[in-house]
T-cell receptor, first 111, second 112 residues
Framework: GQQLNQSPQSMFIQEGEDVSMNCTSS?????WLWYKQDPGEGPVLLIA?????ELTSNGRLTAQFGTTRKDSFLNISASIPSDVGIYFC???????????FGPGTRLSVLP | EADIYQTPRYLVIGTGKKITLECSQT?????MYWYQQDPGMELHLIHY???????EKGDLSSESTVSRIRTEHFPLTLESARPSHTSQYLC???????????FGSGTRLTVV
C-alpha cells in the first residue's frame, strides 16, 4: 500500500532557530496535510495543500506541495518552546478513501 | 462548538476486563476512525466507518471491535483486556475526502 516517509525522525533545535522537515512517498498524492500533536493530546491540523507547487502559510509555519506530487515540506521560522511536539504529514492519493499518515518528526526546542 | 469527545481520558484496568472506549462527534461527519498510538510513536489505523452500520478493519490488526449505530457515536470495545493493549487510542472524524480529520484528545489505556 501507499507509505509516507518523514525526515528527520527527530530533531533538537535552539529556540529562535528555523526548522525544516519533509515528507516523501513513492506514490503520487493529490492532497497533503500537516498535523501537530502536543504531548498527551490528539493531532491538530496545521496546513492543508491541494495543488502541486502550492505554498501555504499559517503564521510562522509554511508548507509546500512538491511539484512531483510525491513530497511535501514544512518550515517553522523562529521556533519557540510551544513548537515542541510531533509533526505528522498525511497524504491522500488518486483512489484513496482514507488519508495515509507518516511516522512523524519529533521536535524538541531547547531554551 | 462542534467537536469530538473521547471518554475516559485515562483508564487503568485489570487483565481480562471488558472495556468500551467512547467517541462522539457533534459535527455530523460520516467518516470516523480509531487509531492506536504508543507514546511518541506512529499512528496505526485499527478501525474505520463511512457511516451508520458501516465498519471496516484498518491496517493494524486489533482484537478490538467497533460499532456505528448512530452517526455521532463510534465506540471501541475490548472484550478481554490484556497488557499488550496498553496504548493511547485516538478517535477522529472527517467530513469529506480531502478535508482531513478532526482528532479527539485520546484515551490513555493501561492494562495491569
Amino acid at each position: 500500500g501507499q507509505q509516507l516517509n518523514q525526515s528527520p525522525q527527530s530533531m533538537f533545535i535552539q529556540e529562535g532557530e528555523d526548522v525544516s522537515m519533509n515528507c516523501t512517498s513513492s506514490s503520487i498524492f493529490n492532497t497533503w496535510l500537516w498535523y501537530k500533536q502536543d504531548p498527551g493530546e490528539g493531532p491538530v491540523l496545521l496546513i492543508a495543500l491541494y495543488k502541486a507547487g502550492e505554498l501555504t502559510s499559517n503564521g510562522r509555519l509554511t508548507a509546500q506541495f512538491g511539484t512531483t506530487r510525491k513530497d511535501s515540506f514544512l518550515n517553522i521560522s523562529a521556533s519557540i518552546p510551544s513548537d515542541v511536539g510531533i509533526y505528522f504529514c498525511a497524504g491522500l492519493g488518486n483512489y484513496g478513501q482514507n488519508f495515509v499518515f507518516g511516522p512523524g518528526t519529533r521536535l524538541s526546542v531547547l531554551p | 462548538e462542534a467537536d469530538i469527545y473521547q471518554t475516559p481520558r485515562y483508564l487503568v484496568i485489570g487483565t481480562g476486563k471488558k472495556i468500551t472506549l467512547e467517541c462522539s462527534q457533534t459535527m455530523g461527519h460520516d467518516k470516523m476512525y480509531w487509531y492506536q498510538q504508543d507514546p511518541g510513536m506512529e499512528l496505526h489505523l485499527i478501525h474505520y466507518s463511512y457511516g451508520v452500520n458501516s465498519t471496516e478493519k484498518g491496517d493494524l490488526s486489533s482484537e478490538s471491535t467497533v460499532s456505528r449505530i448512530r452517526t455521532e457515536h463510534f465506540p471501541l470495545t475490548l472484550e478481554s483486556a490484556r497488557p499488550s493493549h496498553t496504548s493511547q487510542y485516538l478517535c477522529a472524524s472527517g467530513a469529506g475526502t480531502a478535508l482531513g480529520y478532526t482528532f479527539g484528545s485520546g484515551t490513555r489505556l493501561t492494562v495491569v
